[in-house]
């Protein structure tokens, strides 16, 4: 899949957990600037994500995401 | 401790008086139709229905109380009524897992409530966390 339409998919997603429908999101964003991505949100997005995906994390690798972008990344070297 | 896909779990409650009276008193949810015969066969119930949400006490138990670990929290749950419960009801409720997270430590369950007549008066999904 391509990047742009990954991060489509993702932000959609946000979009759902957080509630937010004017949620602006990129490769950059980190839980400091999203309003309302907390722990116990970000567990939703996890959850959410591998569900849409079909996938499976790793609780390293998550620990290891400093971004957005990285988990884009994460999501892609599993052949999304 | 060990959960799998697929595992099931049972348990059986009874809508009970003491159940029923206590969720008026704690939420005050006097309604009619949870109250009033007459009222509620005029809507075209067999009696006075019990609060879907007293169904959600019993999920609160079965999460808090009949998990082979006590380390365990709500992330989220939802539900859907099917039909009618009426006091003193028998409800057979199932759950099974569906989804395991392991990265975040969270367990979905799918699972229902039946009544004698073997109809599905809600089912739902269940999201929970185990605590480290």
Redesign the interface.
């Known amino acids: 899949m391509d990047r742009n339409e990954l991060l489509t998919q993702i932000k959609t997603i946000f979009i759902d957990i957080l509630d937010n429908e004017e949620l602006v999101i990129g490769e950059t964003s980190t839980a400091n600037n999203v309003d309302d991505w907390d722990s116990?949100t970000?567990?939703?997005l996890?959850?959410a994500i591998?569900?849409h995906f079909k996938i499976?994390?790793?609780?390293k690798?998550?620990q290891s995401w400093k971004n957005v972008g990285e988990m884009l990344t994460c999501i892609k070297n599993k052949g999304i | 401790m060990n959960f799998e896909l697929g595992n099931k779990f049972e348990e059986c409650f009874v809508l009970s008086n003491e159940v029923y009276n206590g969720f008026i008193v704690v939420f005050k949810d006097k309604n009619p139709l949870h109250t009033n015969n007459q009222f509620a066969v005029n809507k075209g119930f067999k009696n006075k229905i019990m609060h879907g949400n007293i169904l959600n006490g019993f999920l609160s138990y079965f999460i808090g109380e009949c998990l082979p670990t006590k380390d365990v929290i709500i992330h989220s749950q939802e539900i859907q009524f099917k039909n009618a419960v009426y006091l003193n009801d028998e409800l057979q409720f199932n759950a099974e897992i569906i989804g395991i997270y392991d990265s975040v430590n969270a367990i979905e369950f799918t699972y229902s409530f039946k009544n004698k007549e073997e109809l599905i008066v809600a089912k739902g999904k269940i999201q929970i966390g185990l605590l480290k």
């Open positions: 116990l970000h567990i939703q996890v959850v591998e569900k499976r994390f790793t609780s690798e998550i």
